[in-house]
């Protein structure tokens, strides 16, 4: 069993940013897990956001691109997205996510794509 907790979420002015970090924990082998992490904003499906890979492949959202980058630090089985420029559109709550089993850091893109564990989540505001 893999438990995430996340934080660093907040409420911003656009062009703002925030890193947002998760902690797992129960995962003495964090490096090998697919890690990323999905959003979703009020009324909206969750969209997978970014996602990197046992071997640090990294796969963004195009609308992210440029503006966000995700990474971890194994020793400390903690995950990381900083975000820069941030717009009103990014608004939403995000879900820090781990997957053990057959991923790639694309894995997060495919329709569908459920992985075995998720955070709670927290809330990140971008006002105009």
């Known amino acids: 069993q893999v438990d995430l907790m996340e934080s660093g979420g907040g409420s911003v002015e656009a062009g703002g940013s925030l890193t947002l970090s998760c902690v797992a924990s129960?995962?003495?082998?964090?490096?090998?897990?697919?890690l990323g992490w999905f959003r979703q904003a009020p009324g909206k499906e969750r969209e997978a956001v970014a996602a990197?890979?046992?071997?640090?492949?990294?796969s963004y959202q195009d609308s992210v691109k440029g503006r966000f980058t995700i990474s971890k630090d194994n020793a400390n089985s903690t995950l990381y997205l900083q975000m820069n420029s941030l717009k009103p559109e990014d608004t939403g709550r995000y879900y820090c996510?781990?997957?053990?089993?057959?991923?790639?850091?694309?894995?997060?893109?495919?329709?569908?794509?459920?992985?075995?564990?998720w955070g709670q989540g927290t809330q990140v505001t971008v006002s105009s």
């Open positions: 996510q781990a997957e053990e089993y057959d991923c790639y850091a694309g894995s997060w893109f495919l329709g569908g794509y459920t992985p075995d564990y």
């Open positions: 129960g995962a003495p082998r964090i490096r090998s897990y697919c």
């Open positions: 990197i890979d046992a071997d640090n492949s990294v």
